[in-house]
Nanobody, 123 residues
Framework: QVQLVESGGGLVQAGGSLRLSCAVS???????MAWFRQAPGKEREFVAA??????????ADSVKGRFTISRDNGQSQKTVYLQMNSLKPEDTAGYYC???????????????WGKGTLVTVSS
């Protein structure tokens, strides 16, 4: 089992920045980590992903150049981050951390999910 707990969401003005964190605990084998988001009335969509060793990242076209995913495989706490810059009102959504045993960017391929953190970008 892998437990994921997101934090760092909030209200920010357009053009601002936020950094989301995902605390990873449990049986943290070589998991592939990802962030997804879901806006009201819309399906959950892929945002960014990173291999557990950080050797590769992947981004949705809508966030390329603005968002950066990273991870810290610390001894005491493993954490995955999503740095979000130049935020736009259309980035408003619940943001969810996810983990998978294999590299994937679809919701159905993820094995574990956090409960999410809300990001609201005002215009």
């Amino acid at each position: 089992q892998v437990q994921l707990v997101e934090s760092g969401g909030g209200l920010v003005q357009a053009g601002g920045s936020l950094r989301l964190s995902c605390a990873v605990s449990g049986h943290t084998f070589s998991t592939f980590m990802a962030w997804f988001r879901q806006a009201p009335g819309k399906e959950r969509e892929f945002v960014a992903a990173i291999t557990w060793d950080g050797s590769a990242t992947n981004y949705a076209d809508s966030v390329k150049g603005r968002f950066t995913i990273s991870r810290d495989n610390g001894q005491s706490q493993k954490t995955v981050y999503l740095q979000m810059n130049s935020l736009k009102p259309e980035d408003t959504a619940g943001y969810y951390c996810a983990a998978a045993r294999r590299a994937a960017t679809t919701t159905g391929a993820m094995d574990y999910w956090g409960k999410g953190t809300l990001v609201t970008v005002s215009s």
